[in-house]
């Protein structure tokens, strides 16, 4: 399975991006989706996350209220908008793939990865 996030940028504080991840080379069912961040000089933690159908989500709660994770199977591609963001959201942003656990927080049951994106938020 191969993943590549874009959509990262520079944006003000309060304001909003959408990041995408496109999703390839899978021959099963969809996998579980989830989006992760690591800031300069900390661990990757997980942001949020979708099921293969899209039916179950799952946020942060940092990220709850601000973010909405969405998938639209028939473009492979998953998104993460990001609303009211605040400095404290400057990182490199992944997407990776579920390794067959589904959607947990633990980066390392995640078995695909995808080159990050950067997002800055300047105050």
């Known amino acids: 399975v191969q993943l590549q996030a874009s959509g990262g940028g520079l944006v003000q504080v309060g304001g909003s991006l959408r990041l995408s991840c496109v999703v390839s080379g899978s021959t099963s069912d969809p996998h579980s989706i989830g989006w992760f961040r690591q800031a300069p000089g900390k661990g990757r933690e997980a942001v949020s996350c979708?099921?293969?159908?899209?039916?179950?989500?799952y946020y942060r709660n940092y990220a709850k209220g601000r973010f909405t994770i969405s998938r639209d199977n028939a473009k492979n591609t998953v998104y993460l908008q990001m609303n009211s963001l605040k400095s404290d959201d400057t990182a490199v942003y992944y997407c990776a793939a579920d390794g067959g656990l589904g959607c947990t927080n633990d980066p390392a049951d995640f078995s695909s990865w995808g080159p990050g994106t950067q997002v800055t938020v300047s105050s």
């Open positions: 979708i099921s293969g159908g899209g039916h179950n989500t």
